[in-house]
């Protein structure tokens, strides 16, 4: 009997050891970007304001640089925009998962 198995990865970016940006943070920031709303994504990820937001602040200090953008409320209330690193830093991240697929499938049917 011949058996098959799936191969299976994570790639996530670390800095001194520490842990900066994974598939998580990628679908944060890609919900913020849809929603225009820190807010929005959070509870749309089941996450509290305060945790997505020191997500947030936790990747802007590791990377040394912005990634959101916030105007605060007002008549119109406010809203969150991604910065162009952020929208270069998901665009990097993708490239890096569909490669990591390709790698993969390369090597499934080894296996």
Excluded: C
């Excluded at 990865?9 to 943070?25: H, N, Q, S, T, Y």
């Excluded at 802007?60 to 916030?70: A, I, S, W």
């Amino acid at each position: 009997m011949e058996e098959s198995f799936d191969i299976k990865a994570k790639i996530w970016l670390e800095k001194d050891g520490e842990p900066v940006f994974g598939m998580g943070r990628l679908i944060l920031l890609k919900k913020i970007e849809s929603s225009g709303s820190i807010s929005a994504a959070a509870k749309e990820l089941k996450y509290s304001y305060k945790k997505a937001w020191s997500f947030i602040a936790l990747m802007e200090k590791r990377f040394g640089f912005e990634l959101v953008n916030k105007k605060i409320g007002g008549k119109h209330g406010g809203g969150s925009v991604l910065t162009k690193e952020a929208k270069n830093l998901i665009n990097m991240y993708e490239e890096l998962l569909k490669k990591e697929e390709k790698f993969l499938e390369n090597y499934q049917h080894t296996l």
